[in-house]
């Protein structure tokens, strides 16, 4: 069992870190608490690039945190998902041991951080994200499907935490949040929950990239890794 995982954790790594500029989009929303992510988010996006060196004062950034405050939530998930990406070097390097290691301590990382402040949006937002898009990977669909329910409960829970501004949100924003809940309800085979939310989609944002993913679905049933997330990056709206 532990080999299959391994492997198929390989599988996913070659695109996992990509996924930071999935879920540090949504994380930004986060109101009235503390913007952890603008110390660390430029960083890994450079480390997205191949920038190690960036990567790296990153992760620093995460453990200095966490060694004055070891219960530091934002810290944790951020430094889990660097450990998950670096098990995906260690793969390519061909060191299954090392990325193994490695890809079970930035799965815990992200879960513990997820246990320890679990109405944090800074901390639901990224591992839900993480964990949405990279499940698309994950051959095995009973490995996959614990992966979208964590994805799923937790893009639920930002959902509730911003129910009082979420309509005045940008439409990148708002558009991650919805697709990736009408994504993964499909994928869990829930497929009037998700209906509702490519519904909701076409309704809401007229005329943008999450309209298309919408209309692709309505018209196809699935929507592809690509067309089911990170549509108009880095955009203020």
């Known amino acids: 069992m532990k080999s299959q995982i391994l492997i198929r954790a390989k599988r996913l790594l070659s695109y996992a870190f990509p996924l930071f500029l999935v879920f540090s989009g949504?994380?930004?929303?986060?109101?009235?608490?503390?913007?952890?992510?603008?110390?660390?988010?430029?960083?890994?996006?450079?480390?997205?690039?191949?920038?190690?060196?960036?990567?790296?004062?990153?992760?620093?950034?995460?453990e200095e945190a966490l060694a004055v405050d070891p219960q530091k939530a934002e810290a944790l998930?951020?430094?889990?998902a660097g450990l998950y990406f670096q098990s995906g070097q260690a793969f390519r390097?061909?060191?299954?041991?090392?990325?193994?290691?490695?890809?079970q301590r930035g799965i815990a990382e992200m879960d513990k951080?997820?246990?320890?402040?679990?109405?944090?949006?800074?901390?639901?937002?990224?591992r839900g994200a993480f964990l949405l898009t990279g499940s698309h990977f994950v051959?095995?669909?009973?490995m996959a499907r614990p992966l979208i329910e964590k994805g799923v409960a937790d893009f639920e829970k930002t959902l509730e935490l911003q129910k009082d501004y979420f309509a005045k949100l940008g439409?990148?924003?708002?558009?991650?949040?919805?697709?990736?809940?009408?994504?993964g309800y499909s994928r869990l085979g829930q497929t009037a929950r998700a209906r509702q939310w490519f519904e909701r989609i076409r309704q809401d944002l007229p005329g943008t990239p999450y309209e298309d993913s919408a209309n692709t679905w309505l018209k196809t049933g699935s929507l592809s890794a690509r067309e089911?997330?990170?549509l108009g990056c880095h955009t203020a709206q």
């Open 77 to 80: 998930v951020w430094h889990g």
């Open 228 to 230: 089911a997330g990170c």
């Open 26 to 62: 949504i994380a930004l929303l986060a109101r009235g608490q503390e913007r952890f992510d603008l110390k660390v988010r430029n960083y890994f996006f450079a480390g997205s690039q191949g920038d190690n060196a960036a990567l790296e004062k990153g992760m620093k950034l995460c």
């Open 139 to 142: 051959p095995d669909p009973a």
């Open 171 to 183: 439409t990148h924003p708002r558009g991650e949040l919805m697709l990736g809940l009408a994504d």
């Open 113 to 126: 951080a997820v246990s320890l402040a679990p109405d944090h949006i800074g901390v639901r937002a990224p």
């Open 93 to 103: 390097r061909g060191d299954q041991e090392k990325g193994g290691e490695l890809w």
